[in-house]
């Protein structure tokens, strides 16, 4: 693929990204990973009071 059509792509991924994360594209580097690391922290916080959110709700556990 040309150069162009993968920049392209790669930009509409990153926008579908954002978008699920309901964050902003316009965010620095800094604040991108700030928000991860945020993420991280509560999902660790989830997963030691047994609650696991799965992509599929179909597979969701329901909480203890």
Known sequence: LPPSILKQLHDELDAAVFDAY???PTLTDE???QNL???N???AA???Q???K???P???APPP
Do not use: A, M, P
């Open 50 to 52: 047994r609650i696991i």
């Open 37 to 39: 690391v945020t993420l």
């Open 31 to 33: 604040q991108l990973l």
């Open 54 to 56: 799965y992509l599929r």
């Open 41 to 43: 922290h509560q999902r």
């Open 22 to 24: 309901g964050w902003s």
């Open 46 to 48: 989830e997963e030691k």
């Open 58 to 60: 179909d597979f969701q």
